[in-house]
Each structure stands twice: as structure tokens, then as C-alpha cells.
């Protein structure tokens, strides 16, 4: 049962492989563009929220999918733990990271492969960040460790509801957004019309 | 499936964008058993040149010595060469590969070098303080229903635009 267990050039090839569909679909989307990225934040491209919940939406049912068919060994699927604390203070940098840079981590990458000088500016600051990070963290390592730490805790056990439920109201909640994202624009597309 | 593509900048729809890159993702968890990644790839990068050159600070510092042995034998290395690869291939075919600075109407070159610069310092120690990015947290954490991803997630956005009117500026 997957998932598998992989070794030597198959392992490299299996990685690339998944890279590469991953920077097809960031290319595609636009995100090579730190324009479109920033756009989200003022309201004037909603693309960064719409390909994101599609994606969460589509690889979680695929997922909840295949363990219920008995194709996927769900307990041996990679968990984020919970760490409150960390997660949502360098969750609230990265958000500042990006309005300021125009990127985050994996789309300053595929900008800086189609030559972007932008992007390679923001990795060059991503190591400084990086390195930083790794000589200051000593300094607080308990509230890195400890703050809000939850372990292995998911939407479903938080909620007190099936994983089943917990995707049905996950994906309702996304079409919700998509739906609003939609009128919006719609709704700003007729008022730029009446401007002219 | 068969994305959508405009004539004049051939990209995709974001929705089928969003399906593709969620098949990818799906397609991570059931090969490999991991999600996706990339600030963890860039700190290994960092991690390998810091013990060439500095390995006794390495090896004392509580959190880079956990990367010290082999920090380049992990799958993020070739998911990030897959992503250049990617995103190489699929700028190039549609014409978007050349050297230029994408950057806002009333913004010079050289402030968005800067900016682009301070804002990856900044999007570094986040992505590192908070154990991943948008793709090691917000995808792959959000998609397996990690409580601290989707903490993580609305956070990125809030902090995102509670700076947004400050830099309104470099971007509009």
C-alpha cells in the first residue's frame, strides 16, 4: 500500500519529478510574477487565494479518497505538528515577507529560473534570513518548542467531528470564498465599467 | 485534464491551476508519504555551506547541528531541483524567461532589488521560525487538516495585509 519507500536514483527521480509538476503549476498560475503575488494583498488579483484552496481542497479529497479505497496509508502520510506559537508569529513574518518581496520561498525559486532578478534578490535574502534565524533561535528556543504546542492535531479532532465532515465543511467553506471572490470582482469590474 | 490557456500569456485558469497543483501535491503523499517544501531545502542548502566553512559553529548550535550529517541527502533537495526545472521549462515555453525586474508602476529597479532583498529576510526567519512556508505549511499541512498550518495560513495573510497600505507604493 502506498505510500512507498524509495531508494538511490528512483528516489532522486521520484522528488524531481513531484518538483517539477510543482513548478509547472506555480508558472502556470503566474506566481514566476511578484506583481500578481502582491496583488492579493491590495485586493487586485485574487489568483493566490483562488489556486491555493483549490489545491488544499483537491489534494485533501484525493487523499481522504484513496485511505478509504485502502490505497493509502493514512498514519504514514507526513503531519505538520502544532506549534501555535512559532507557527503563527513566522506564519505572520512570512505574510509581511511577501508584501515587502513580492514572494515567498518556492515562487522566488521558479521566478528566479525564468530570470526574474527580483526573485533572486528575495533568495539571497531568504539565506540571510535563514542564517539569521539559526543564530538568534538559542535565544528563545523554549518559546520555539513549547509555545502552543499541540502535536500531530488536526481541524477534525479540534472540531470533535469525522475527517469526512471536517472536508465537506472545509470545501464549503472554499467554494464560499471562491463564490465572494468571484462577486467582488464582478462588482469592481462594473464599477471600473461606469468609471469610464 | 486540459488547462485553459489565454493566447496572449498563456496561463492557466486558477482553478485548474489549483486542481493541477493539488493533483501534485496528492501525487507527493501518495508516492513519497511527504508533502511539498521549500524554505526547509534553502536552510539545508545554507546548513552544507556553513559546515564547510564554519563546521565547530555548526555542530554547537542547537538548531543547525540537527542539520550537520548530510543535510543535502533529504527529498527536498531534488523536489527544489524539480521546481527550477519546472518552472524553467514551463516560463520558457510560454515565453516568460528573460531577464528582467518585475516590479510595481512608480517603483525603480533598484528599490525593488532592495525590497525583494529585506522582504526574503524577512520571509526566511518566518518560514524557519514557523517550520515551513507556504508550501511545507500552508499546502501540505493545510491539505492534511494540521490545525497549526491553517493558524499558520491565516496568520501569512493577516500579517500580509496588515502591511499592505504601508507599501501600497512599491506595488500600485
Given at each position: 500500500?502506498?505510500?512507498?519507500?524509495?531508494?538511490?536514483?528512483?528516489?532522486?527521480?521520484?522528488?524531481v519529478?513531484?518538483?517539477?509538476?510543482?513548478?509547472?503549476?506555480?508558472?502556470?498560475?503566474?506566481?514566476?510574477?511578484?506583481?500578481?503575488?502582491?496583488?492579493?494583498?491590495?485586493?487586485?488579483?485574487?489568483?493566490?487565494?483562488?489556486?491555493?484552496?483549490?489545491?488544499?481542497?483537491?489534494?485533501?479529497?484525493?487523499?481522504?479518497?484513496?485511505?478509504?479505497?485502502?490505497?493509502?496509508d493514512?498514519?504514514?502520510?507526513?503531519?505538520?505538528?502544532?506549534?501555535?506559537?512559532?507557527?503563527?508569529?513566522?506564519?505572520?513574518?512570512?505574510?509581511?515577507?511577501?508584501?515587502v518581496?513580492?514572494?515567498?520561498?518556492?515562487?522566488?525559486?521558479?521566478?528566479?529560473?525564468?530570470?526574474?532578478l527580483?526573485?533572486?534578490?528575495f533568495?539571497?535574502?531568504?539565506?540571510?534570513?535563514?542564517?539569521?534565524?539559526?543564530e538568534?533561535?538559542?535565544?528563545f528556543?523554549?518559546?520555539?518548542?513549547?509555545?502552543?504546542f499541540?502535536?500531530?492535531?488536526?481541524?477534525?479532532?479540534?472540531?470533535?467531528?469525522?475527517k469526512?465532515?471536517?472536508?465537506?465543511?472545509?470545501?464549503?467553506v472554499?467554494?464560499?470564498?471562491?463564490?465572494?471572490?468571484?462577486?467582488?470582482?464582478?462588482?469592481?469590474?462594473?464599477?471600473?465599467?461606469a468609471?469610464? | 485534464?486540459?488547462?485553459?490557456?489565454?493566447?496572449?500569456?498563456?496561463?492557466?485558469?486558477?482553478?485548474l491551476?489549483?486542481?493541477?497543483?493539488?493533483?501534485?501535491?496528492?501525487?507527493?503523499?501518495?508516492?513519497?508519504?511527504?508533502?511539498?517544501?521549500?524554505?526547509?531545502?534553502?536552510?539545508?542548502?545554507?546548513?552544507?555551506?556553513?559546515?564547510?566553512?564554519?563546521?565547530?559553529?555548526?555542530?554547537?548550535?542547537?538548531?543547525?547541528?540537527h542539520?550537520?550529517?548530510?543535510?543535502?541527502?533529504?527529498?527536498?533537495?531534488?523536489?527544489?531541483?524539480?521546481?527550477?526545472?519546472?518552472?524553467?521549462?514551463?516560463?520558457?515555453?510560454?515565453?516568460?524567461c528573460?531577464?528582467?525586474?518585475?516590479?510595481?508602476?512608480n517603483?525603480?529597479?533598484?528599490?525593488?532589488?532592495?525590497?525583494?532583498?529585506?522582504?526574503?529576510?524577512?520571509?526566511?526567519?518566518?518560514?524557519?521560525?514557523?517550520?515551513?512556508?507556504?508550501?511545507?505549511?500552508?499546502?501540505?499541512?493545510?491539505?492534511?487538516?494540521?490545525?497549526?498550518?491553517?493558524?499558520?495560513?491565516?496568520?501569512?495573510?493577516?500579517?500580509?495585509?496588515?502591511?499592505?497600505?504601508?507599501?501600497?507604493?512599491?506595488?500600485?
Amino acid at each position: 500500500m502506498a505510500p512507498f519507500e524509495w531508494s538511490g536514483v528512483a528516489f532522486f527521480l521520484v522528488n524531481v519529478l513531484i518538483g517539477a509538476g510543482f513548478g509547472v503549476a506555480l508558472e502556470r498560475s503566474g506566481f514566476g510574477d511578484s506583481r500578481r503575488i502582491a496583488g492579493q494583498f491590495y485586493l487586485t488579483d485574487l489568483t493566490v487565494v483562488r489556486v491555493m484552496f483549490t489545491a488544499i481542497v483537491v489534494a485533501m479529497l484525493l487523499t481522504l479518497w484513496a485511505s478509504a479505497l485502502g490505497w493509502l496509508d493514512l498514519d504514514r502520510v507526513w503531519i505538520d505538528e502544532t506549534y501555535l506559537g512559532s507557527g503563527i508569529l513566522g506564519g505572520a513574518l512570512l505574510g509581511i515577507g511577501m508584501v515587502v518581496g513580492g514572494y515567498c520561498p518556492g515562487t522566488s525559486l521558479v521566478a528566479t529560473s525564468t530570470l526574474k532578478l527580483d526573485g533572486l534578490f528575495f533568495i539571497a535574502g531568504l539565506f540571510v534570513g535563514i542564517v539569521a534565524f539559526g543564530e538568534v533561535v538559542p535565544k528563545f528556543w523554549e518559546f520555539f518548542q513549547q509555545a502552543g504546542f499541540r502535536g500531530t492535531y488536526t481541524l477534525d479532532q479540534w472540531l470533535g467531528i469525522s475527517k469526512g465532515e471536517t472536508a465537506v465543511l472545509v470545501t464549503a467553506v472554499a467554494l464560499f470564498t471562491f463564490w465572494g471572490a468571484d462577486t467582488y470582482e464582478a462588482a469592481r469590474g462594473n464599477r471600473d465599467k461606469a468609471r469610464d | 485534464m486540459r488547462p485553459v490557456s489565454s493566447p496572449e500569456n498563456r496561463l492557466w485558469n486558477p482553478y485548474l491551476g489549483g486542481a493541477f497543483l493539488g493533483f501534485v501535491l496528492f501525487a507527493a503523499f501518495f508516492l513519497t508519504g511527504h508533502g511539498l517544501g521549500a524554505s526547509g531545502g534553502f536552510a539545508r542548502i545554507a546548513a552544507a555551506v556553513m559546515n564547510v566553512v564554519i563546521p565547530d559553529h555548526v555542530r554547537l548550535s542547537p538548531y543547525l547541528s540537527h542539520y550537520s550529517t548530510a543535510p543535502l541527502q533529504h527529498w527536498i533537495i531534488p523536489l527544489l531541483v524539480g521546481v527550477a526545472l519546472g518552472g524553467f521549462t514551463s516560463g520558457k515555453l510560454a515565453g516568460r524567461c528573460r531577464v528582467e525586474t518585475l516590479r510595481g508602476p512608480n517603483i525603480s529597479v533598484g528599490a525593488r532589488w532592495t525590497l525583494a532583498f529585506a522582504g526574503g529576510i524577512i520571509a526566511g526567519f518566518g518560514a524557519r521560525l514557523a517550520r515551513g512556508c507556504t508550501s511545507g505549511q500552508a499546502l501540505t499541512g493545510g491539505a492534511t487538516l494540521a490545525v497549526g498550518s491553517w493558524a499558520f495560513m491565516l496568520a501569512a495573510f493577516a500579517g500580509g495585509y496588515a502591511v499592505a497600505w504601508l507599501f501600497r507604493k512599491a506595488w500600485n
